[in-house]
C-alpha cells in the first residue's frame, strides 16, 4: 500500500503514532542537535488517548518556553514543525487525525526535501515529487526523502499489524524506536552542514 493508502485505512492509534512519529523525527529543528526530547509524554497517549489533550498541551508549553529562551524554532522549516504541532487536534479521534498525521507526513517530508538540496532551500517540484512519493511513485526524490517515506510506511504497517492484539503497545514502541533513528539522521545531517558552513 501508499502512504496515503495506509494514512486513509489507519485507526486513531496508527494516526496518532504516525503523526507523532514525523514531528519527533524533526524535533533537532526545535531544540537544537542535542535538546531534550518533549514529545515523549504524547507517545504515552497513543496506545488508547488517555490524557491525550492534556499532554498536547503540556507539550505545547514546553516548546513555547524553548523559543521564548532563544532555543530554536523561529523561522522557516522550524516555524512549520512549530504550527502542525499547534494544529494538532485535541480530540482523539481518527476524522481529525486522519488530517492531522496527512500534514505532518507532509511537512516532515518537505523538511527531509530541504536537507536534500545541497543549499538547504527547497527543491524544484517539491510538490509534486512528493505527492507522487506518497501516492507510491518515488522515483526522482533524494535520498533524505527516500529514508523519510520508507520509516513513515514502516511505521502505518506496524501500527497496523498489531492493532487490537496483545502487542499493541509493542508496536507503538517499535515506531518510537524508528523514530528516534529517524531523528538521528536529520541530526547528524544539520550537524554535518553546520561544520561546512562553519
Do not use: Y
Request: hydrophobic share 45%.
Amino acid at each position: 500500500m501508499s502512504l496515503l493508502e495506509l494514512i486513509e485505512s489507519a485507526d486513531e492509534r496508527a494516526l496518532a503514532a504516525s503523526a507523532v512519529a514525523c514531528l519527533d523525527r524533526c524535533l533537532p529543528l526545535l531544540t537544537g542537535p542535542d535538546g531534550p526530547e518533549p514529545l515523549r509524554p504524547l507517545w504515552a497517549s497513543c496506545e488508547n488517548g488517555r490524557d491525550w489533550a492534556i499532554r498536547l498541551a503540556a507539550v505545547r508549553t514546553e516548546l513555547d518556553g524553548a523559543a521564548a529562551r532563544g532555543g530554536a524554532g523561529g523561522d522557516g522549516p522550524a516555524a512549520r514543525v512549530r504550527a502542525v504541532l499547534a494544529a494538532a487536534p485535541p480530540d482523539f479521534a481518527p476524522a481529525p487525525l486522519r488530517e492531522w498525521a496527512d500534514a505532518c507526513s507532509l511537512v516532515a517530508l518537505e523538511i527531509h526535501g530541504r536537507f536534500d538540496a545541497p543549499d538547504g532551500g527547497a527543491p524544484q517540484d517539491t510538490a509534486n515529487l512528493l505527492k507522487a512519493a506518497r501516492a507510491g511513485e518515488g522515483e526522482g526524490v533524494g535520498p533524505l526523502v527516500a529514508g523519510e517515506l520508507e520509516r513513515q510506511i514502516r511505521i502505518l504497517e506496524i501500527l497496523a499489524e498489531t492493532t487490537g492484539t496483545a502487542g499493541s503497545g509493542a508496536g507503538v514502541r517499535k515506531a518510537l524506536d524508528l523514530s528516534t533513528e529517524g531523528r538521528r539522521v536529520l541530526r547528524a545531517v544539520m550537524s554535518r552542514r553546520a561544520r561546512i558552513r562553519g
